[in-house]
T-cell receptor, first 114, second 108 residues
Framework: EPEVTQTPSHQVTQMGQEVILRCVPISNHLYFYWYRQILGQKVEFLVSFYNNEISEKSEIFDDQFSVERPDGSNFTLKIRSTKLEDSAMYFC????????????FGAGSRLTVL | KNEVEQSPQNLTAQEGEFITINCSYSVGISALHWLQQHPGGGIVSLFMLSSGKKKHGRLIATINIQEKHSSLHITASHPRDSAVYIC??????????FGKGTRLHILP
C-alpha cells in the first residue's frame, strides 16, 4: 500500500538552529499538508500546498516556517531559527481528491529543541 | 472560523460494548475525516465522508450535512480499539481542521 515517508523520525537540535523536515508523498497525490502536535495537545494545521504553492496557512505558520518541493517529489518543512516551543511531532499528509480520497499521514518527525 | 467539537473527550468501556463518538462542526465542508491515533503517535485515516454512511469491518461512520454532525461507531469493541479518535474537517479552502480527539479505552 502506498505510504507517505517522513525523515528524520527524531531530531534533536539547539535553539536557534535551522531544521528541515522531509516528506516523500504518494506519487499521484496533489495536496500536501504539514501538521504539528505538541505533546499532549491536539493536532494543529500548519500549511497546505497545492500545485507547487502554498494554498492555505495557519497563524502558527509565521516567517520562521517555509515549505517547498525542491525536486518535484520531496516536500520539505523548514524552520529557520528553532524555538523551544517548536518541540513537537510534525506530520506530513497527502491527499488526492479522487479515487479512495484517503488522507494519508506519514509516521511523523519528532523535533526536540533544547 | 470553522470549529470542530468532539464528544466525549474521554471514554472508557468494557470489551464488547457499542461505542459512539460524535463530531460537530460549524461551517460548510467538502469532506470529513475520521482518524485513529495510537499511543505510538502514528495517525491512520479510517474514513473520509462527504455524505451518508460508510462501513469498514466493525467501524461505521455517518454524516448529516444539514445538521453538521458526524458519528463514528464501533461495534463489539475490543481492547485493541483503544486509541485516540480524531475528527478532521476539510473546508472549501483546503484547510483541514482537527478536533481535539476522543481518547477511547476498552477494558478486557
Amino acid at each position: 500500500e502506498p505510504e507517505v515517508t517522513q525523515t528524520p523520525s527524531h531530531q534533536v537540535t539547539q535553539m536557534g538552529q535551522e531544521v528541515i523536515l522531509r516528506c516523500v508523498p504518494i506519487s499521484n497525490h496533489l495536496y500536501f499538508y504539514w501538521y504539528r502536535q505538541i505533546l499532549g495537545q491536539k493536532v494543529e494545521f500548519l500549511v497546505s500546498f497545492y500545485n507547487n504553492e502554498i494554498s492555505e496557512k495557519s497563524e502558527i505558520f509565521d516567517d520562521q516556517f517555509s515549505v517547498e518541493r525542491p525536486d518535484g517529489s520531496n516536500f520539505t518543512l523548514k524552520i529557520r531559527s528553532t524555538k523551544l516551543e517548536d518541540s513537537a511531532m510534525y506530520f506530513c499528509a497527502t491527499w488526492w481528491t479522487s479515487g479512495a480520497n484517503v488522507l494519508t499521514f506519514g509516521a511523523g518527525s519528532r523535533l526536540t529543541v533544547l | 472560523k470553522n470549529e470542530v467539537e468532539q464528544s466525549p473527550q474521554n471514554l472508557t468501556a468494557q470489551e464488547g460494548e457499542f461505542i459512539t463518538i460524535n463530531c460537530s462542526y460549524s461551517v460548510g465542508i467538502s469532506a470529513l475525516h475520521w482518524l485513529q491515533q495510537h499511543p505510538g503517535g502514528g495517525i491512520v485515516s479510517l474514513f473520509m465522508l462527504s455524505s451518508g454512511k460508510k462501513k469498514h469491518g466493525r467501524l461505521i461512520a455517518t454524516i448529516n450535512i444539514q445538521e453538521k454532525h458526524s458519528s463514528l461507531h464501533i461495534t463489539a469493541s475490543h481492547p485493541r480499539d483503544s486509541a485516540v479518535y480524531i475528527c478532521a474537517v476539510a473546508g472549501r479552502d483546503d484547510k483541514i481542521i482537527f478536533g481535539k480527539g476522543t481518547r477511547l479505552h476498552i477494558l478486557p
